[in-house]
């Protein structure tokens, strides 16, 4: 396993890097330049995955003339937009595809290009980007239909970002590399504001060459990023990562409850919390706004009880008990029963209020 953060990087890029940076975002402005989003090694070591890329030049040199990687970008939802934002700001060449054409609108404003398919995007990208919301829709997106692998071929690359589970991962990745094409999956830590700020945790793990070859993309994109090993890893950390999540926020949810029906100020409890062992910045961020019962939607309620169900089913596959992650499932089946699916994930807590837990006949 290999781990990369921004911050342990020097702020000054060495000129090998900086040309590395520039052969994939040739117009990233001065002021990105001065900040640490290429962190690339004190050992680049890109120079022959740089001509995987380049099918339409076969020597690295003339893709350090500006012929650069072309990106592709599927799924522009909460998460996708930023990111394909953000890689469209730092000056790379974006293609852009969503099932609902009109979120395509406001990065095609920005310079993105477009195509009517996945297949289509793959087709004319060298390495194409995936942030899909469930197994189902990685699946299509990847293998249906028009989907990226038939427009995929030997020298590009297929990034899943999505949040799926291992199997669905590796179904991708067979058929990605039946194509001759690499597969990486990369699933993301981090929330909408992290995706603005390109401050994600990437969780890889599949082809280190791609991973390598993609690292200045994600460092555009995210924070850190780690290399796990074989395909399924990077699922497996998100999952097990956003099992424990769930289960904080579905705890966070009953104190909040509890300090309010013994006569505490539960704004008082949030920054009681936030000064203790156990502060997180998910609390400090959503404990307010959940005691004024509003559920501004970064991550929905309804991918969490998805990764919730995907984690359960990896503890079965290797009977590991989970009896905490299994309850706090149940709440947030009981929200989205209620209607709150499309609600941030701490509407969880509504799950908990006497109105929920007996509802009226
Ligand atoms: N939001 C967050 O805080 C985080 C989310 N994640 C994970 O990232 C992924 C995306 O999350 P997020 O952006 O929040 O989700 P959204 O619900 O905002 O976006 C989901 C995306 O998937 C597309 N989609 C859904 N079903 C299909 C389908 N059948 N065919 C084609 N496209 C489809 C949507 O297209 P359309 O616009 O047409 O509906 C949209 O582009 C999820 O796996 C989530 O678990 C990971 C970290 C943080
Ligand atoms: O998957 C959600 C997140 O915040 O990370």
């Known amino acids: 396993m290999s781990c990369l953060v921004k911050s342990n990087y020097s702020h000054q890029l060495s000129s090998t890097a900086m040309a590395m940076c520039s052969s994939f975002c040739p117009q990233i402005p001065n002021q990105l330049r001065a900040r640490p989003i290429c962190p690339f090694p004190t050992k680049p070591q890109f120079t022959l995955s740089v001509k995987a890329f380049s099918s339409e030049t076969s020597n690295a040199s003339s893709k350090a003339d500006g012929l650069s990687a072309r990106i592709g970008f599927l799924g522009l939802g909460i998460m996708g937009s930023p990111m394909a934002q953000n890689l469209i700001k730092a000056g790379c060449d974006v293609t852009v ?18 195509k009517s398919s996945p297949q289509e995007v793959a087709a004319s990208c060298d390495v194409t980007f995936a942030m899909l919301a469930n197994p189902e829709s990685a699946l299509e997106v990847a293998i249906g239909e028009h989907g990226a692998a038939s ?66 993309l994600l460092d555009i994109m995210g924070k850190s990023r780690f290399f796990l090993g074989d395909v399924g ?14 289960s904080m926020m579905a705890s966070f949810s009953e104190g909040l409850l509890l300090s309010e029906k013994v006569g505490l100020d539960p704004s008082v409890l949030v920054e009681v919390v936030s000064q203790g062992a156990i502060s997180s910045p998910m609390y400090s961020t ?40 299994a309850a706090a ?22 799950a908990l209020k006497a109105k929920l837990q007996n509802p009226p006949k």
């Open 97 to 114: 595809w969503n099932r609902t054409k009109i979120k395509c609108d406001p990065l095609i404003s920005l310079g993105a290009k477009y």
């Open 151 to 216: 427009g995929m071929s030997s020298g590009k690359g297929y990034v899943d970002v999505s949040t799926v589970d291992g199997a669905t991962s590796k179904l991708i990745s067979g058929r990605i590399n039946a194509t001759g094409a690499s597969f990486l999956e990369a699933p993301v830590s981090g929330s909408k504001k992290p995706a603005e700020d390109g401050q994600l945790i990437f969780l890889t793990a599949g082809d280190k060459s791609l991973y390598e070859l993609v690292a200045p």
């Open 233 to 246: 890893n990077g699922a497996a950390m998100k999952l097990v990562v956003n099992m424990i999540m769930g």
């Open 286 to 325: 959503k404990g307010p706004s959940m005691i004024q019962s509003t559920y501004p939607t970064a991550f929905p309620l309804k991918h969490q009880q998805k990764d919730l169900r995907l984690a359960l089913g990896l503890a079965e596959s290797v009977s590991q008990p989970t009896p905490i992650a």
């Open 329 to 350: 499932n149940e709440l947030y089946k009981v929200a989205k029963s209620h209607g709150l699916s499309d609600q941030d994930f701490s509407a969880v807590i509504e």
